[in-house]
Every structure is written in structure tokens, then in C-alpha cells.
């Protein structure tokens, strides 16, 4: 469902090729940055692939927190214990997969996670967490852990807690958007170059 403050998808009424390929990404990452602000927009949970040690491919959801359009940096949060975190701490590289059905719109992002753990940029966001989300970082076990029932809600102290919550950001190095077009599908692909500029072109959907 796409939320009532999401930006119009630009070009709906003509062809997206009729326009340079990088206004076309730049009109979608900013639909994208909604995301982390409205929970109703599709683009508020996205997909992220890692890599495991195994060399196999990993993929999870995790919500987006924010995204900041110059430089494409977005962030999500994970436990400092999860498979997750070990998997990015090996190898940085990761891809994001959002699509929000409504636009009929695809965005792919790959680049690479720093990740902030028990750091005074993981203490400023803590800080401003709303009790709930910091009750996910409360619990006794890690996650995907084995244990009994009666002991999945054991929790740990606040500032236990504090130490297991990392903030990750992505900064991307290539951007791929589909748009579902009825007319005929458009695509475009942008590469960017680590100071907010992108170099993009048009490709066969």
C-alpha cells in the first residue's frame, strides 16, 4: 500500500525515456526516501541480500530507517549477534530489493554496509528509539538461536540491550529501477561516484 505522502511517480503520461535516465533514478529514489518516513508505503520494508560465509546468498527483510538522496545512503538496524551482522562484517557488500506495487515499481540498490555497534553514532540513534523497537534488542538470546519455549522471552538490561543494536548504512554503487510500464516496460541503470554525482543510462527492460 502506498502512503498518502508519497511523491507522484513523475512521467506517468508519457514515456520515461523520453527524459535523461538519471532524473528518471533521482525521481525514484525519491519515492524510495518516503518509505522511511510513512509505515504505509511499500517501501517501508525491503529486501537485503548478504553473502554467507559459505559463499551462499542470504536474504532477509528489515525496515527502512532512512535514506539520504545525495551520496544514496540509506540505513536499517540489526542485532549485533545475528547472522546478519557476521555475514556484513565479513564482506560489506550487500543488495537491496524494493517494489512497491502500487507505482509498479522496482528499485535495486547495491553498494556496501558500515556498520556502528556499541558506538557513539549507535548511542545517538538508541537514544532517540521509541521503547518498542528498543524491546527487539532485549532478548536473552540471539537472534536464530535454538532454545526451549519457555525461554524465547527472557530478556537482558537496557544497557545490554544498547550494545546489541547496530546501525547500518548502505551507500550504494549502482542503482537499478523497472517501471511496470503498460505501454512498454522502462529500465535504467546508474552508477554513482561516492560524492552525490550518478552516471546513468537507459537499458532494455
Known amino acids: 500500500m502506498t502512503g498518502s505522502n508519497t511523491p507522484p511517480l513523475p512521467f506517468q503520461d508519457e514515456d520515461p525515456a523520453h527524459h535523461p535516465a538519471a532524473d528518471f533514478i533521482s525521481a525514484a529514489l525519491a519515492r524510495l526516501a518516503s518509505g522511511a518516513r510513512g509505515r504505509r508505503s511499500d517501501f517501508h ?20 530507517r532512512s535514506f539520504e538522496p545525495h551520496g544514496v545512503r540509506l540505513t536499517f538496524h540489526t542485532d549485533s549477534r545475528s547472522a546478519k551482522f557476521a555475514e556484513l562484517s565479513r564482506d560489506r557488500r550487500a543488495a537491496i530489493l524494493a517494489y512497491d506495487a502500487g507505482a509498479k515499481l522496482q528499485i535495486r540498490i547495491e553498494g556496501q554496509v558500515d556498520l ?16 518498542g523497537a528498543r524491546q527487539i534488542y532485549r532478548g536473552a538470546r ?9 525461554v524465547l522471552d527472557e530478556t537482558v538490561g537496557e544497557d545490554e540491550a ?6 547500518c548504512r548502505l551507500t550504494a554503487s549502482m542503482i537499478d ?23 546513468a543510462h537507459w537499458v532494455a527492460a
Open 45 to 64: 520494508v525491503i529486501g537485503i541480500a548478504t553473502l554467507g560465509a559459505d559463499g551462499a546468498p542470504r536474504l532477509r527483510s528489515v525496515v527502512l
Open 162 to 167: 544498547e550494545r546489541h543494536f547496530t546501525v
Open 142 to 150: 540471539a537472534p536464530g538461536m535454538r532454545a526451549e519455549p519457555r
Open 116 to 131: 556502528h555497534s556499541d558506538d557513539a553514532d549507535s548511542a545517538a540513534v538508541w537514544r532517540g528509539l521509541p521503547d
Open 177 to 199: 529501477v523497472l517501471y511496470l510500464r503498460a505501454a512498454g516496460h522502462r529500465r535504467a541503470i546508474g552508477v554513482t561516484d561516492g560524492a552525490g554525482g550518478l552516471a
